[in-house]
């Protein structure tokens, strides 16, 4: 189920992501195309994530199954927190070729069992 108005008091819960060649679950802002504004208060619970990041670019770099990052102008990491309130529980990573989880620029962040 994934639920979200705008960028805020989203939950996304109980869905499986597999074999994606990107993150299963980005949540962050992108100045650069412009799309959207910075996330804040999202819950990502009880989902599956297995083997993300297949593509080149992904699996070797630090973009992880789960993204979570405030950007800047220039593809940079904000300079300041800008995504707030993201909590990350009960979730499973299998077989993740990448970091499971990548987090950048975030201000209360909680991961949970």
Known sequence: MLR??????G???G?????TTGA???LLNEPDWPEGPMPWNVTVRKNRFVRGGTCLGYADGS???LHIRAAKLG???GERPGVRDIVIEQNEFVDCLGPAINAGGVDGLRIRN
Not at 15 to 19: L, P, S
């Open 24 to 26: 299963g679950v980005t």
């Open 4 to 9: 979200q108005t705008a960028a805020g008091d």
């Open 75 to 77: 593809f940079g990491l």
């Open 15 to 19: 869905n499986v992501f597999a074999d």
């Open 11 to 13: 939950l996304i819960e």
């Open 63 to 65: 973009h992880g199954a």
